[in-house]
């Protein structure tokens, strides 16, 4: 199985902060890594696959980066909307989801 | 606009079967590969498996001894079935669509919360 651990596991930021959540898999998974953002109630809603690829109508301000074993997710200037839960999901073999980030207004 | 929709029991008891059903609306079930993935509290996401060229499955290995997906084009739903369940298998169950050619998730249905318990 390929273990997915993100970091960290909570967040405290302002609005308008520059905000870095790593995930980091147990072995190498190319770049076949997307990320979710979720909020209270509803279901992950997809930001980011194959690392750093957008998905559409996902505002600019959310980046991805990374290949082999580590990966980023940057939020370039957090907005009020953006306070949620965020996962790294790896596709590489099967399927698996990192333990999950939240980011909370400090 | 793509739309899933979960139904099925919202409590089962232990050692039976857990039952779920996703109609897909606004697309064709006959493309994509089509997903169920469960949230609790304590294990965080887990990937069930998906169904996908009509008929072929893949199942988390951790759970493969219990779990069947199947499909009804007819209808445009798959289903969930998950054999001998215990208190440890309450969770959100969502079904979700894979992205065109990668096993990304870009479509969710609103997820149904399943509580075993006698």
């Known amino acids: 199985d390929i273990q997915m651990t993100q970091s960290p596991s909570t967040l405290s930021a302002f609005v308008g902060d520059r905000v870095t959540i790593t995930c980091r898999a147990s072995?190498?998974?190319?770049?076949?890594l997307a990320w979710y953002q979720q909020k209270p109630g509803k279901a992950p809603n997809l930001l980011i696959y194959?690392?750093?690829r957008l998905e559409s109508g996902v505002p600019s301000r959310f980046s991805g980066s990374g290949s082999g074993t580590e990966f980023t997710l940057t939020i370039s200037s957090l907005q009020p909307d953006d306070f949620a839960t965020y996962y790294c999901q790896q596709y590489n073999s099967y399927r698996t989801f990192g333990q999950g980030t939240k980011v909370e207004i400090k | 606009q793509l739309q899933l929709q979960e139904s099925g029991p919202g409590l089962v008891k232990p050692s039976e079967t857990l039952s779920l059903t996703c109609t897909v609306s606004?697309?064709?079930?006959?493309?994509?590969?089509w997903t169920w993935i469960r949230q609790t509290p304590g294990k965080g996401l887990e990937w069930i498996g998906y169904i996908y060229n009509g008929g072929s499955t893949n199942y988390n290995p951790s759970l493969k001894s219990r779990v069947t997906i199947s499909v009804d084009t007819s209808k445009n739903q798959f289903s969930l079935k998950l054999s001998s369940v215990t208190a440890a298998d309450t969770a959100v169950y969502y079904c979700?669509?894979?992205?065109?050619?990668?096993?990304?998730?870009?479509?969710w249905g609103q997820g149904t919360l399943v509580t075993v318990s006698s």
């Open positions: 072995q190498s998974i190319s770049r076949w």
């Open positions: 979700a669509r894979e992205g065109v050619g990668e096993s990304f998730y870009d479509y």
């Open positions: 194959k690392a750093s």
């Open positions: 606004g697309g064709s079930i006959s493309t994509y590969s």
